[in-house]
């Protein structure tokens, strides 16, 4: 009897065993692949999804009390039509702002060091078989508003907030061209943005281009800083 007992119990021991074992080696049907174990063993495996419980049946409502039918509303009045809004009077203009700093304008006449970056610019171009630039005074308001503009208002850009671009500024000033182009720097002397111009592939090319025959330079000084306009055009 206890023999029978222990022998029973060996072979139902051995198909838990076997059965623990093939759970492991399920093809993955979400995948399509055969996914190793977490153990890194090479035994495959396939997580299944939390397989949820089957809900017991609910039991059937019952029905409820009919609803009473809701009398209809009296009818409410036609609302009058409302007045038609006057229109607004048209806002003036803004005026641009205040200067930021307190930049004296230049004068009118073309100063030394102005005088002395148009010097540069042409000594570079007759270096290199280039005709010189005319001096155009029209060229040189243009490019001495430009540099008053960048200093008195704080900022260093080819467009202005008050004129907008130097071409814009041309148009306001009726200087006619076929071409147009502007350099611009800030530097501690002169000099030093002349030196900045040459060192620049895209200044220098305004610098050296055949195609403009007028300048206009403009300096204006805020510190130690100087602000340095020069304006070119093709007639």
């Known amino acids: 009897m206890k023999r029978s007992v222990a022998i029973t119990l060996l ?3 051995s198909f838990s ?3 623990n074992a093939s759970s492991w080696n399920w093809w993955s049907q979400s995948t399509g692949t055969l996914n190793p174990t977490p153990s890194g063993s090479n035994v495959l495996w396939w997580w299944p999804k939390s397989i949820s419980q089957p809900t017991q049946p609910q039991q059937p409502q019952q029905p409820g009390e009919p609803i009473e039918p809701v009398n209809p509303g009296k009818p409410s009045q036609p609302t009058q039509p ?14 641009p702002s205040e200067p930021i700093r307190n930049v004296q304008r230049p004068s009118p006449a073309l100063s030394a060091s102005e005088r002395y970056i ?6 570079e171009r007759t270096s290199r078989g280039l005709q010189p630039l005319e001096v155009d ?3 040189v308001k243009v490019a001495k508003e430009k540099s008053y503009d960048m200093a ?5 850009s080819h467009v202005s907030p ?3 671009t130097v071409f814009s500024m041309l148009a306001d000033y009726g200087v006619s061209y076929q071409r147009a182009g502007e350099n611009i720097a800030r530097a501690g002397s002169v000099s030093r943005a002349q030196e900045l111009f040459m060192d620049s592939s895209g ?13 206009g330079v403009g300096i204006v000084q805020y510190g130690r800083s100087y602000y340095v306009t020069q304006v070119f055009i093709r007639k």
Request: hydrophobic share 40%; charged share 10%.
């Open 11 to 13: 072979i139902v021991l």
């Open 203 to 215: 200044h220098r090319a305004n610098i050296l281009s055949a195609g403009y025959t007028h300048i």
């Open 118 to 123: 148009i010097e540069e610019v042409n000594k």
């Open 17 to 19: 065993l076997i059965a």
């Open 137 to 139: 005074m029209q060229l």
């Open 152 to 156: 008195a208002y704080a900022y260093f």
């Open 162 to 164: 008050t004129y907008g």
């Open 82 to 95: 409302s007045q038609p809004s006057q229109p607004s009077q048209p806002s003036q203009p803004v005026n």
